[in-house]
């Protein structure tokens, strides 16, 4: 057994743990020292990703028992300290020398300057209404994204040549979106709105992995925090809305009307909210990780179903696609919700275990979506070819063949897996490698396109 250090708590911590194992007759002491040479592994990750050696152990000792059932029962014996890393205690920080308190501090800062920095355009006269609206929508990433880039950059301590290239991307963003003259209600202004947050969101991406974009599993925990992050911006959005509807509630009970008041200040909380939910995503994993897999489990099924009724109503009374803006829209939110789907359970998998029902479920999944994509993009086609190009369309048609090339590689993959003439890993590698295209279309769609099509 090996010494334990007093002086090293992560020491003694990984003490009780081994001591737990050994106790146990249905485990042998070799099958202990592999276990914790994974457990040492998965504990210097989350360390390396920012966490204390206290919420790494727990973290470790989390995922390791989804792999060993007795591991499991240590986790769920000591369960109740994973919950408490939900509540941010004061002395905890100031043990840990202030660095959680200065954390928080910070944090809430940035939170209060992108509410701001929403505000300001309104001083020098550019309202939120009439004609500046496509002034707010051009720009509303540039108001929190640069704010979130710059907390990660600082969290990992990166060097000054990050700040420079991150200052760089953004203004260029700037820029594009504030340079540009485009036409009142146009839809390359439109197109660029909606384009402009993902380009800039892979940019956070860079600053979140601390330099590492090149390597496919930080590129995978990027998206892991991705899909954490939404589920909480949700939750915060969705308790502020609580509290937006009591307030009312009380001001109108003494005869006062909080709603233009409120409203004037919703967009600044839901920027405030952006840099709130990515601190509680990368200051609690510890507990929140598993938030999205859960969810993944129980909705691919539903969404499965769902694409198998829509196609085959489809086939059986012969109706199209309506290619209209708004319907095009709906159904490629539709495919991202898939390929989220697919994406989260990807990376809560691991990759040694055998197929399983679920995986039949993906493959069912990604190849209907695949059929569902195909019908759109000839739908598309047939339109571009009837009635002429239009920057909707050929954003649709382009957003299809991005979504396509994905989703047919990845059936591909997943199916060589489920013969056992390919290593799950390989499917893993597919999605991370391929962000960088979505992204390379997005700024094509937010640059390229108000160029190509004159700004109409």
Known sequence: MTTVDAANPLEAQ????????????????????????????????LMEGGLSQDEAFLVAVKRLGAQDVIAAEFAREHSERLWKQLIVAPE????????????????????????????????????MTGANEGFYARNISLFVLPL???????KRAAGADSWR????????????????????????????????????????????????????????????????????????????AVLVAFTMGMFEAIGIDAEPVLEGWLPSAALGAVIVASWLVEAKQSVIENMAPVLTRLFSPLFTATLFVFLATMAWTGRGIDIQREVLIGFDLLLVLVLGLLLYS?????????????????????????????????????????YGSTPNRLAALGMNIVLLGNLAWSAWLYLRFLRGRGAFAAVERWQTAYLPVYGAWAAIVAVGFPLLFGYR
């Open 165 to 240: 290239w991150l200052a760089v991307a953004f203004a260029a963003a700037a820029i594009v979106a504030n340079v540009f003259p485009f036409a009142k209600g146009s839809d390359t202004e439109a197109l660029l709105a909606l384009h402009l947050p993902i380009a800039l969101w892979l940019v956070v991406g860079v600053a979140y992995v601390g330099g590492r974009w090149r390597d496919g599993a930080a590129r995978m925990n990027f998206v892991r925090f991705s899909g954490e992050f939404f589920i909480y911006f949700v939750l915060i959005a969705l308790g502020g």
């Open 346 to 386: 990807i990376s809560a998998r691991d990759p040694h275990t055998p197929r399983g029902a679920f995986d039949f479920v993906l493959v069912a999944l990604v190849v209907s979506a695949l059929v569902a994509d195909g019908v759109a993009l000839a739908a598309i086609a047939a339109r571009i070819t009837e």
């Open 14 to 45: 990984i003490d009780q743990w081994r001591s737990y194992l050994g106790r146990r007759r249905a485990i042998h002491p070799t099958d202990v020292e592999e276990l914790e040479d994974h457990l040492r592994g998965q504990i210097a990750t």
């Open 92 to 127: 905890a920080a100031d043990a840990a020398g202030g660095e959680g308190r200065r954390e928080m501090l910070v944090v809430f800062a940035l939170a209060a300057a992108a509410g701001l920095t929403f505000k300001l355009p309104a001083l020098f006269g550019l309202g």
């Open 148 to 154: 979130l880039a710059g907390y990660f950059v600082w």
